[in-house]
C-alpha cells in the first residue's frame, strides 16, 4: 500500500512539474486553413524546450480510417525562414506503422517539436504531402496563431546624472542663489509610420484595398499585438500605418479583382515609405510567384512553397472560370538540355500542388523555358533571380 501511494505522488509531481513547465499555453487557437476537418488543434503549449500541439482526430462517418504521424513532419514560421523539427508523438504511431480509427471514434494526440522562437506567433504544420499517402489524412494546418510573446531583456540602470551645482550670480543690492534647473524628461521617440501608394500594376491608376498589418517585434513590444487594418484613399491611393522606430511589422495588402501582396516591413529611425503594385485578375496579366523554393537542381517543392501556393490556390476557386500557364525558368549557368528538363519538371510539380487541392488540371498548363528567357544575362556568374515560377492568366 505504501509502495503505491509513493508512486502516485511520484506520478502526481511529474505531471505537476510538467504543467509548471509551460511558459505559454493557447487553448483552440485560431487556425487560417487546415487540410482536413476531421483533425483539429485542440491546444499549444510552449515550454522552454518544446511546441507541444495537442491535435483531436474524428474518424470518417461511414468507413473509419487510418493515421500516422511523419517523423519529418516541421513547424515553418515567417514565410518559411525559419523551421522546427518534429520531436516525439504521444498515442499515435511514427513512421510507416498506421492506427486504424473506427467510423466515428475519437483520438486525442499531441505532437512535440522544438520551442517556436520567442516572438513568433503565426506558424503552419506541415506534416506530410496530400498527394504522397493515399488514404491517410495528413495533418497540415496553415496560420496557426499561438501566444508567444519576445522576451524583455534586462538592461542595465544608467548611473544617476550628476547634481549640476548653480553659477554665481554677479552682485547686486539683493543677490540671490540662481535657481536650481529643473532635470527635462528625456523626449520620447517620435511615432513614425509606413506609407505608401497602393497601384494597377499595370496602368499605375490607385487601387481601393484593405492594408492588414500586425506588429512581430519592437523594442517596448512583446509582439503579440492583435491585426489592424485600414483602407486606402480612394481618390489616390495612399495609406499611412502609424508605428514606432525600431520596430517590424507584417503588412498584407487585398483588392478585389487583384492578386494580393504581403510584405515584412522593418522602421529604422525615419519613415518607412512601401508602394505595392498589384496584379490584376485580367487576361494576359502575368506575376512571378514568390517564395517557391526548389532544393538545388531538384524539382521536389519545398514546404516553404506551400503558403504561396495556397494563395494561388484560394484566387482559382474564387474565380473558377480562371485559366492560366505556368511558365518555368532556371539561371543561364549549366547545360541547356539539362535546364530545360528541370524548369519542365519543376512547373509540373507546380501543377500538380494545385491540382492536389482540387483545381482541375485542365485550367492549369505547364511550360519549361530552362535558361531561354532570362532576367539577367551577365556572363560567368549566377543570378538567383533568373530561377522563377511565373504565371500567365490565361482566360478570366
Not at 8 to 36: F, K
Amino acid at each position: 500500500m505504501l509502495t503505491r501511494f509513493l508512486v502516485i505522488i511520484g506520478v502526481c509531481a511529474s505531471l505537476l512539474a510538467q504543467a509548471q513547465a509551460v511558459e505559454y499555453s493557447t487553448p483552440q487557437p485560431r487556425v487560417d486553413d487546415a487540410n482536413d476537418p476531421a483533425v483539429i488543434i485542440s491546444r499549444v503549449d510552449l515550454t522552454a524546450q518544446y511546441t507541444i500541439i495537442s491535435m483531436r482526430f474524428r474518424g470518417f462517418a461511414r468507413s473509419g480510417s487510418n493515421i500516422q504521424f511523419v517523423p519529418t513532419a516541421k513547424l515553418y514560421a515567417n514565410d518559411g525562414a525559419r523551421s522546427f523539427k518534429f520531436i516525439k508523438a504521444e498515442n499515435i504511431p511514427v513512421g510507416q506503422r498506421t492506427r486504424s480509427v473506427n467510423a466515428g471514434e475519437q483520438v486525442e494526440f499531441v505532437a512535440y517539436f522544438e520551442r517556436l522562437d520567442p516572438g513568433i506567433q503565426t506558424f503552419d504544420l506541415f506534416e506530410c504531402s496530400d498527394r504522397s499517402r493515399d488514404g491517410i489524412t495528413c495533418f497540415n494546418f496553415w496560420g496557426v496563431h499561438v501566444t508567444n510573446p519576445l522576451k524583455r531583456q534586462r538592461t542595465q540602470t544608467p548611473p544617476p546624472a550628476p547634481r549640476q551645482v548653480p553659477r554665481p550670480t554677479p552682485a547686486k543690492p539683493t543677490p540671490k542663489p540662481d535657481p536650481e534647473p529643473v532635470q527635462t524628461p528625456a523626449a520620447p521617440v517620435p511615432t513614425l509610420a509606413i506609407k505608401g501608394i497602393v497601384r494597377d500594376a499595370k496602368t499605375g491608376k490607385p487601387v481601393l484595398a484593405t492594408l492588414t498589418y500586425r506588429l512581430l517585434s519592437g523594442a517596448e513590444s512583446y509582439g503579440n499585438a492583435a491585426p489592424d487594418s485600414i483602407r486606402t484613399n480612394p481618390q489616390d491611393g495612399t495609406y499611412q500605418i502609424p508605428g514606432d522606430a525600431l520596430t517590424v511589422w507584417d503588412v498584407s495588402v487585398s483588392a478585389k479583382g487583384y492578386f494580393g501582396q504581403r510584405d515584412t516591413v522593418s522602421i529604422n529611425l525615419t519613415e518607412k515609405t512601401v508602394n505595392f503594385d498589384l496584379v490584376p485578375i485580367v487576361a494576359g496579366a502575368k506575376i512571378t510567384l514568390k517564395n517557391i523554393y526548389f532544393a538545388q537542381s531538384k524539382y521536389e517543392l519545398q514546404a516553404e512553397s506551400f503558403p504561396e501556393l495556397d494563395r494561388l490556390v484560394t484566387v482559382m476557386r474564387q474565380n473558377p472560370t480562371m485559366t492560366i500557364k505556368l511558365e518555368g525558368h532556371t539561371d543561364i549557368i549549366g547545360d541547356f538540355d539539362k535546364n530545360l528538363e528541370l524548369s519542365r519538371n519543376r512547373v509540373q510539380s507546380v501543377r500538380q500542388y494545385l491540382t492536389s487541392k482540387g483545381i482541375e488540371a485542365t485550367r492549369v498548363e505547364a511550360v519549361g523555358y530552362g535558361h531561354s528567357r532570362p532576367i539577367n544575362s551577365t556572363p560567368g556568374k549566377p543570378h538567383p533571380e533568373n530561377r522563377r515560377v511565373e504565371m500567365v492568366i490565361t482566360k478570366v
